[in-house]
């Protein structure tokens, strides 16, 4: 089944990020992808401008995203994943995933658990935090079966929460994000990225948001598809917006736990639950 992550540069108006959505959407159905993914922040990038009024934004754009995010998935007859910020009754808003059947039904709605608290950000500032973790759920195509489990960004610096999905059958974990520029940076997100797929020998699709900010460095790209095996088979620069697509299949997990039985070969049991 042919996925596409997708890699852009939101801006601060809602009404820019989602025609651009259009775009990029039509441009991935082209690649004849199945899952397309859009990244963290598509709805509205987080700047000053934003921050300052997040709720206000919420309130005012999060519906329309979502109904986009329907529409472009009954559009071109494949799953859709996007993130935004959903209004919640206490006023700061969650920092949300999505994902859309192509019948314009949600397969998964998954609000962030784990906000930035890190390199002297605060999201809790402005973003209130999920509670639960974060789903799994079915795609099909095909005579082709995948099971993927959602997270977003920070998410990927805690390795229980993706070995979470894992127990609850995923096979494909999807990573949204805008992974902030910094010193080693760069080469955090490459070995998160890589070592989530590997202990967990499964698949590993990751979407991220390039630049957004000062000479478009504020944000470090390098959307990826990573195999079983921890190898990088698709992906995109630092720099460049754009689609990278690869051939994800179960047969490939199925193998490479064949020749890797870790999953198996594990004594210890995990209890998760959210604190």
């Given at each position: 089944?042919?996925?596409?992550?997708?890699?852009?540069?939101?801006?601060?108006?809602?009404?820019?990020?989602l025609?651009?959505?259009?775009?990029?959407?039509?441009?991935?159905?082209?690649?004849?992808?199945?899952?397309?993914?859009?990244?963290?922040?598509?709805?509205?990038?987080?700047?000053?401008?934003?921050?300052?009024?997040?709720s206000?934004?919420?309130?005012?754009?999060?519906?329309?995203f979502?109904?986009?995010?329907?529409?472009?998935?009954?559009?071109?007859?494949?799953?859709?994943?996007?993130?935004?910020?959903?209004?919640?009754?206490?006023?700061?808003?969650?920092?949300?995933?999505?994902?859309?059947?192509?019948?314009?039904?949600e397969?998964?709605?998954?609000?962030?658990?784990?906000?930035?608290?890190?390199?002297?950000?605060?999201?809790?500032a402005?973003?209130?935090?999920?509670?639960?973790?974060?789903?799994?759920?079915d795609?099909?195509?095909?005579?082709?079966?995948?099971?993927?489990?959602?997270?977003?960004?920070?998410?990927?610096?805690?390795?229980?929460?993706?070995?979470?999905?894992?127990?609850?059958?995923a096979?494909?974990?999807?990573?949204?994000?805008?992974?902030?520029?910094?010193?080693?940076?760069?080469?955090?997100?490459?070995?998160?990225?890589?070592?989530?797929?590997?202990?967990?020998?499964?698949?590993?699709?990751?979407?991220?948001?390039?630049?957004?900010?000062?000479?478009?460095?504020?944000?470090?790209?390098?959307?990826?598809?990573?195999?079983?095996?921890?190898?990088?088979v698709?992906?995109?620069?630092?720099?460049?917006?754009?689609?990278?697509?690869?051939?994800?299949?179960?047969?490939?997990?199925?193998?490479a736990?064949?020749?890797?039985?870790?999953?198996?070969?594990?004594?210890?049991?995990?209890?998760?639950?959210?604190?």
């Open positions: 089944m042919k996925i596409a992550t997708i890699q852009l540069t939101p801006t601060t108006d809602p009404r820019e990020n025609a651009q959505m259009r775009v990029r959407a039509a441009e991935a159905a082209a690649t004849g992808a199945r899952v397309m993914v859009f990244p963290e922040q598509t709805m509205v990038l987080l700047q000053s401008v934003t921050v300052d009024a997040l206000e934004v919420a309130a005012e754009w999060w519906e329309a979502a109904a986009l995010t329907s529409e472009l998935a009954v559009e071109h007859d494949a799953v859709v994943i996007a993130a935004g910020f959903e209004p919640s009754p206490d006023g700061l808003p969650f920092n949300t995933v999505i994902a859309v059947g192509p019948g314009g039904e397969l998964a709605r998954y609000r962030k658990l784990h906000l930035y608290e890190a390199f002297s950000q605060s999201e809790s402005h973003t209130r935090a999920g509670t639960e973790l974060p789903p799994v759920f795609v099909k195509h095909d005579g082709e079966t995948l099971r993927l489990g959602l997270a977003n960004c920070y998410d990927i610096r805690f390795p229980e929460m993706f070995r979470s999905l894992v127990d609850r059958g096979n494909v974990c999807v990573v949204v994000a805008a992974w902030a520029s910094g010193p080693g940076k760069e080469a955090h997100w490459s070995l998160l990225t890589q070592t989530r797929a590997l202990e967990n020998v499964s698949w590993l699709v990751a979407s991220a948001v390039v630049g957004g900010g000062p000479r478009n460095a504020a944000t470090v790209g390098l959307s990826r598809i990573v195999d079983p095996l921890g190898e990088v698709a992906g995109l620069g630092p720099r460049e917006e754009g689609i990278a697509v690869a051939d994800v299949t179960s047969g490939a997990v199925d193998r736990r064949g020749v890797l039985p870790a999953l198996a070969n594990r004594r210890i049991t995990l209890d998760y639950r959210v604190n």
